[in-house]
């Protein structure tokens, strides 16, 4: 059984890419391995002050595998440093009540972080620092802090690509690129 | 039952006499369109997934506009437009509009449709939200990461789900004091910032009929702010005629069919809206800029492939001539093309950059992305503290300009300029007879 463990990390609605990595470091490149680091150490750093930082000062990870939000996460620019950046601060899974569209593809296409959608508002259930357990498979997150569990849903019609591990292995699996 | 006109394109692109909401299909790709925040990364999916040496599908395909870090010292920015410069060598890519050339151009989404690269009916991705734009001329248009835009590369291809369309239907005539802007401000503050996710919206009706190819493309460029997949106008004599003054390649428009299915379909009527702003910090935060004189601003900012258009200077020079601004107002034409529309047109005998200097705005700047998002920290109109920002670029998020502090209204360069000559912001009326 796939399953995803650990601290979480929660935020509200509208959560946009300006917000999860602001564009003074867009100039990093996700290919180059030492930028692709520098990225996740950003992540998150333009949520406006009075949020608990995402990355502490002078860490380059993160110590929450698991963000859970509220509706439209990851609004805005189409920048793949977005998913980048919580992939690269170590970040397994996103849980939104919904997210903004190229966002989502963006997740599924790199095979950064799983996109999974909350049947309810789950950001309300959840207070960040929080432990948290994902059933991948059985489509279910455990509040281990409160005891609660909830189901989430299926990945639905990018399930292949996601299981193959992105649009490239996805492709060559079902034969359109070699 | 019919298709509307995004389906007709994808089906087309598809290779498929029919195609639905909800299907996903390959399409063949017609653009792809990169520039220097995205285009190395997409360089280095590609090179990574298809081999060092591979090339690309189509080189007259590819389409790379550097505009975002261009007029800055940053060394890792000058470092990311080197590598584009070495990969458009290595694959001999005829269409690189490169900085610091007379073959430069400014910001994509301007400079794209400018240089001939849409035509109504085909397919267009780029490594940017605001790609939506090009739908302005009746193609499909949408924003894609580095991954997508590394397989388009080396395939010509993409695997796309067809949207659902939300049809908006603008009728009546457009008063002289209404933008683009304000249409799609209002339709954003109606359907809300997640309203269109995932769906295409479809604009027509008689008051989209009268707009400038420039003012459709107002409207198209924002629908990613209620998360739109693509914004969509069907061709008309218009677009013909601006097409094939940039362009000799041909192309065939498709339109929607009558029974197309939509899954809503709302209707305006253009004489009863009014100029208005998006307060911070969501666009779809609507309201009337007559019914918001008290907020007091600290600078102005003209500029964006949203209102940095010649069609944008003119209608700010409208409001501006004769009059003087009380706030530092910017100004950052989208492309050079723009820029030296504001030296040669003319307005009761004076050009736009003669009566912009009399008003007291900042000196023109140099075309490109500029504030419109922040950048390195020596971006030209960056916000660095609290500064209040009337602006007519898209995007009101915390931070977007630069600063987390700053508060950014948008609107449409009439209302901006209006409300640079006040210092607060005002409906563009008080200064219309
Ligand atoms: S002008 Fe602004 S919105 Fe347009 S492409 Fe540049 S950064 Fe993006």
Same mark, same amino acid.
């Given at each position: 059984?796939?399953?995803?463990?650990?601290?979480?990390?929660?935020?509200?609605?509208?959560?946009?890419?300006?917000?999860?990595?602001?564009?003074?470091?867009?100039?990093?490149?996700?290919?180059?391995?030492?930028?692709?680091?520098?990225?996740?150490?950003?992540?998150?750093?333009?949520?406006?002050?009075?949020?608990?930082?995402?990355?502490?000062?002078?860490?380059?990870?993160?110590?929450?595998?698991?963000?859970?939000?509220?509706?439209?996460?990851?609004?805005?620019?189409?920048?793949?440093?977005?998913?980048?950046?919580?992939?690269?601060?170590?970040?397994?899974?996103?849980?939104?009540?919904?997210?903004?569209?190229?966002?989502?593809?963006?997740?599924?296409?790199?095979?950064?972080?799983?996109?999974?959608?909350?049947?309810?508002?789950?950001?309300?259930?959840?207070?960040?620092?929080?432990?948290?357990?994902?059933?991948?498979?059985?489509?279910?997150?455990?509040?281990?802090?409160?005891?609660?569990?909830?189901?989430?849903?299926?990945?639905?019609?990018?399930?292949?690509?996601?299981?193959?591990?992105?649009?490239?292995?996805?492709?060559?699996?079902?034969?359109?690129?070699? | 039952?019919?298709?509307?006109?995004?389906?007709?394109?994808?089906?087309?692109?598809?290779?498929?006499?029919?195609?639905?909401?909800?299907?996903?299909?390959?399409?063949?790709?017609?653009?792809?369109?990169?520039?220097?925040?995205?285009?190395?990364?997409?360089?280095?999916?590609?090179?990574?997934?298809?081999?060092?040496?591979?090339?690309?599908?189509?080189?007259?395909?590819?389409?790379?506009?550097?505009?975002?870090?261009?007029?800055?010292?940053?060394?890792?920015?000058?470092?990311?437009?080197?590598?584009?410069?070495?990969?458009?060598?290595?694959?001999?890519?005829?269409?690189?509009?490169?900085?610091?050339?007379?073959?430069?151009?400014?910001?994509?989404?301007?400079?794209?449709?400018?240089?001939?690269?849409?035509?109504?009916?085909?397919?267009?991705?780029?490594?940017?939200?605001?790609?939506?734009?090009?739908?302005?001329?009746?193609?499909?248009?949408?924003?894609?990461?580095?991954?997508?835009?590394?397989?388009?590369?080396?395939?010509?291809?993409?695997?796309?789900?067809?949207?659902?369309?939300? !049809?908006?239907?603008? %009728?009546?005539?457009?008063? &002289?004091?209404?933008? #683009?802007?304000?249409?799609?401000? *209002? @339709?954003?503050?109606?359907?809300?910032?997640?309203?269109?996710?995932?769906?295409?919206?479809?604009?027509?009706?008689?008051?989209?009929?009268?707009?400038?190819?420039?003012?459709?493309?107002?409207?198209?460029?924002?629908?990613?702010?209620?998360?739109?997949?693509?914004?969509?106008?069907?061709?008309?004599?218009?677009?013909?005629?601006?097409?094939?003054?940039?362009?000799?390649?041909?192309?065939?428009?498709?339109?929607?069919?009558?029974?197309?299915?939509?899954?809503?379909?709302?209707?305006?009527?253009?004489?009863?809206?009014?100029?208005?702003?998006?307060?911070?910090?969501?666009?779809?935060?609507?309201?009337?800029? !007559?019914?918001?004189? %008290?907020?007091?601003?600290? &600078?102005?900012?003209? #500029?964006?492939?949203?209102?940095? *258009? @010649?069609?944008?200077?003119?209608?700010?020079?409208?409001?501006?001539?004769?009059?003087?601004?009380?706030?530092?107002?910017?100004?950052?034409?989208?492309?050079?093309?723009?820029?030296?529309?504001?030296?040669?047109?003319?307005?009761?005998?004076?050009?736009?950059?003669?009566?912009?200097?009399?008003?007291?705005?900042?000196?023109?700047?140099?075309?490109?992305?500029?504030?419109?998002?922040?950048?390195?920290?020596?971006?030209?109109?960056?916000?660095?503290?609290?500064?209040?920002?009337?602006?007519?670029?898209?995007?009101?998020?915390?931070?977007?300009?630069?600063?987390?502090?700053?508060?950014?209204?948008?609107?449409?360069?009439?209302?901006?300029?209006?409300?640079?000559? &006040?210092?607060?912001?005002?409906?563009?009326?008080?200064?219309?007879?």
């Amino acid at each position: 059984m796939k399953t995803i463990r650990g601290s979480v990390y929660v935020l509200k609605d509208d959560i946009d890419t300006d917000q999860i990595i602001p564009a003074q470091y867009l100039n990093l490149v996700p290919t180059i391995p030492e930028e692709y680091t520098k990225l996740g150490s950003h992540a998150l750093s333009g949520l406006p002050d009075g949020h608990t930082l995402f990355v502490k000062p002078g860490a380059i990870k993160a110590e929450y595998p698991v963000i859970i939000a509220g509706r439209n996460f990851g609004c805005g620019s189409s920048r793949e440093h977005a998913p980048v950046c919580l992939g690269a601060a170590g970040v397994k899974a996103v849980i939104a009540e919904s997210y903004a569209r190229i966002f989502f593809r963006n997740c599924v296409a790199t095979g950064e972080l799983y996109p999974f959608e909350s049947g309810q508002r789950l950001c309300d259930l959840f207070k960040t620092g929080d432990q948290a357990e994902i059933n991948v498979e059985g489509a279910q997150v455990t509040n281990l802090t409160s005891g609660q569990s909830y189901s989430i849903k299926e990945l639905g019609a990018v399930a292949p690509v996601v299981e193959a591990g992105g649009i490239f292995a996805y492709a060559r699996k079902s034969g359109i690129i070699k | 039952m019919g298709m509307t006109l995004t389906e007709k394109i994808l089906a087309r692109a598809a290779g498929k006499r029919v195609v639905g909401p909800g299907d996903n299909v390959w399409v063949e790709v017609d653009i792809l369109l990169t520039h220097d925040v995205c285009g190395p990364g997409t360089i280095g999916v590609f090179q990574r997934e298809f081999g060092r040496m591979a090339k690309v599908w189509d080189p007259s395909k590819v389409v790379i506009i550097p505009d975002h870090y261009i007029f800055t010292a940053d060394e890792m920015s000058h470092r990311n437009v080197e590598s584009l410069r070495t990969f458009v060598k290595e694959q001999s890519l005829p269409y690189y509009y490169d900085p610091g050339t007379p073959n430069y151009k400014g910001v994509c989404h301007v400079a794209l449709p400018q240089t001939g690269h849409v035509r109504p009916g085909e397919v267009i991705f780029g490594t940017d939200s605001h790609t939506c734009t090009h739908g302005a001329l009746g193609a499909f248009a949408t924003g894609i990461g580095n991954t997508d835009a590394g397989f388009i590369m080396g395939t010509g291809k993409l695997l796309i789900k067809v949207p659902k369309t939300l !049809r908006f239907t603008v %009728d009546g005539t457009v008063p &002289r004091y209404l933008m #683009g802007k304000d249409i799609i401000l *209002k @339709i954003i503050g109606d359907i809300g910032f997640d309203g269109a996710s995932y769906c295409a919206m479809e604009f027509r009706g008689d008051a989209i009929n009268q707009l400038s190819i420039e003012e459709r493309m107002t409207i198209c460029n924002m629908v990613i702010e209620a998360g739109g997949k693509n914004g969509i106008i069907a061709p008309d004599e218009k677009t013909f005629e601006y097409v094939k003054a940039r362009t000799d390649k041909p192309f065939e428009a498709l339109y929607s069919d009558t029974d197309a299915r939509v899954e809503c379909d709302r209707v305006y009527d253009a004489s009863k809206l009014e100029p208005c702003v998006a307060e911070p910090h969501v666009p779809s935060n609507f309201a009337l800029a !007559r019914e918001r004189n %008290d907020v007091k601003l600290d &600078r102005a900012y003209i #500029g964006s492939c949203t209102g940095g *258009k @010649i069609t944008d200077f003119v209608a700010a020079a409208r409001i501006l001539k004769g009059q003087k601004v009380a706030i530092p107002t910017f100004l950052v034409p989208a492309t050079v093309e723009v820029a030296e529309a504001i030296m040669s047109s003319m307005i009761d005998g004076k050009s736009l950059v003669e009566i912009f200097a009399e008003a007291g705005c900042e000196d023109v700047a140099p075309p490109s992305c500029a504030a419109c998002l922040g950048g390195p920290t020596d971006t030209f109109g960056r916000t660095t503290g609290k500064e209040a920002v009337i602006s007519t670029t898209n995007r009101n998020f915390p931070g977007r300009m630069g600063s987390k502090q700053s508060r950014i209204y948008l609107a449409s360069p009439l209302t901006a300029a209006a409300s640079a000559i &006040r210092g607060r912001i005002t409906d563009p009326r008080e200064f219309m007879s």
